[in-house]
């Protein structure tokens, strides 16, 4: 499609995009008939493969019965279906979980804030408004998640338009520590930051703690033991609402439905997306735990918040069918099985020279790439090693998701790998042999290029 003939405001200007007509269980089709092995799910949405005809059919059957209603006006059956299935599933103790639907992930973040803060006006307590979270993380796109987030790369051109109420600490970032230290002689020091920064800002105004468990995008870092369970004493301690952000992780991509539950620690709110619908519909929602949304009930009632199409009835009619999916195929063991091979796999990168890093949960891994593996230091940004990687990748019909920014100043480059849970271990194998082949000639172009670090 020449850009003459192209009437949509694409990413960036300067590509142009291949146009995807099929998909069918771990690749993808374009219009020229070149077959791609999604190795990424997309940017770690798709959990049960492309093309999936329960799930159609689903929707089908659904928008024929209730196409759209509001949901100030009615509820449906498929909400009332799904909301149950998920509440069932919030971790710990069991308890009367309740589900708030939106249409993807960076609305499940603007609404568990919006959560935090009515909960605390329910209760009394109006001067609780702030919010922090973590450096090298994100939340989302829209002005208050981005605010939330901690990605400096995306959040640079709009920094004067975010909230002035988020507040961030160090990531739990071990192969980077940004406080130099190593565990685990640190002593969790980045989870005691929170502790320091509640106290600087006064425990009495603090709202919530955002945090990706496993962390996304920005870095795939992985907590050390003992990490969760400290950060969740810390906000007890002071009465702080305690927010995981799922919606990378949740569904089953690191093979337990929520990636809290490797590490035993049961959140306020939990924010899932992506995996929810498996991309066959934008689905998105916040679980809140039962001490909050009886505070609100008890108090104004309502929630002052909503979307024109949360809870749209074909769309959790996808939800539900992806989750009756997951369960009738035991998804979740295969992503933890798959997730042990892929990560051996990777580990062999390890010997290449450019790889620093490679860092992950079950189906959720990340391959970062450094100049000089004694100094960790990255290769020049302008080289843009991460994208060339992903360019040369796409050539040979492997897709991945390439990030850059894990290093102060943007630079920094990684990819992440979170291909569908249904991927067979030779299809891995192929995943990585073309990593990499494809690794070696871009290392082999920084070289000429003189893009190394020191």
């Known amino acids: 499609m ?3 003939d192209d009437f949509t405001f694409p990413r960036n200007f300067k590509r142009r995009y291949p146009v995807a ?4 269980g771990v690749y993808l089709f374009d219009a020229q008939g070149k077959k791609y092995l999604d190795a990424c799910g997309g940017a770690a949405v798709v959990t049960i493969g492309h093309g999936v ?3 159609i059919d689903a929707i089908t059957q659904q928008a024929r019965q209730l196409s759209y209603v509001h949901s100030s006006q009615f509820t449906s059956w498929a909400a009332a279906e ?10 710990g103790p069991r308890q009367h979980a309740r589900v708030h639907f939106t249409s993807g992930g960076s609305e499940a973040t603007e609404t568990a804030i919006k959560i935090a803060r009515a909960y605390w006006l329910a209760r009394g307590e109006p001067q609780r408004y702030k919010i922090i979270s973590r450096w090298v993380s994100y939340h989302g796109s829209t002005l208050g998640a981005l605010g939330a987030s901690g990605n400096k790369v995306r959040r640079q051109a709009f920094s004067p338009l975010l909230p002035a109420a988020m507040e961030h600490i160090s990531a739990c970032f071990c192969y980077r520590c940004p406080l130099g230290l190593e565990f685990p002689a640190c002593a969790l020091a980045c989870a005691e930051e929170l502790e320091s920064a509640i106290q600087k800002a006064g425990a009495e105004n603090v709202a919530a703690f955002i945090f990706e468990p496993v962390v996304g995008a920005s870095s795939g870092a992985v907590p050390p033991e003992g990490y969760l369970r400290r950060i969740r004493e810390i906000c007890d301690a002071h009465g702080i609402l305690l927010i995981a952000d799922e919606v990378m992780t949740g569904a089953g991509r690191t093979g337990k439905y929520f990636s809290v539950e490797h590490w035993g620690v049961v959140p306020d709110m939990i924010l899932l997306a992506k995996g929810l619908a498996s991309g066959y519909a934008p689905l998105g929602a916040v679980l809140a735990a039962e001490k909050i949304w009886r505070a609100i009930e008890a108090g104004p ?3 002052d918040h909503g979307f024109t199409y949360q809870a749209h009835p074909p769309t959790l009619a996808a939800g539900l069918a992806v989750q009756r999916y997951l369960e009738k195929h035991n998804l979740l063991e295969r992503a933890r099985q798959r997730g ?4 051996k796999k990777l580990d062999a990168l390890r010997a290449l020279p450019c790889v620093g890093d490679v860092r992950g949960k079950g189906l959720l891994q990340t391959v970062e790439f450094v100049a000089n593996k004694n100094t960790k230091a990255p ?7 991460n994208f060339r990687l992903f360019e040369n990748l796409q050539a040979r019909g492997v897709m991945v998701y390439p990030m850059r920014g894990t290093v102060e100043g943007g630079a920094g480059d990684h990819v992440l790998i979170a291909p569908p849970f249904v991927i067979e271990e030779a299809q891995i194998d192929f995943l990585v042999e073309q990593l990499t082949l494809a690794i070696a000639e871009v290392a082999r172009a920084a070289q000429a290029a003189g893009a190394g670090g020191s």
């Open 301 to 303: 009632g309502s929630l």
């Open 340 to 343: 042990e091979y892929l990560s």
């Open 53 to 55: 005809p329960e799930i």
């Open 21 to 24: 007509v099929r998909g069918e």
């Open 2 to 4: 020449s850009q003459a």
């Open 82 to 91: 799904l909301a149950e299935v998920l509440a069932q599933k919030f971790p």
């Open 379 to 385: 290769f020049a940004k302008e080289f843009n090693f």
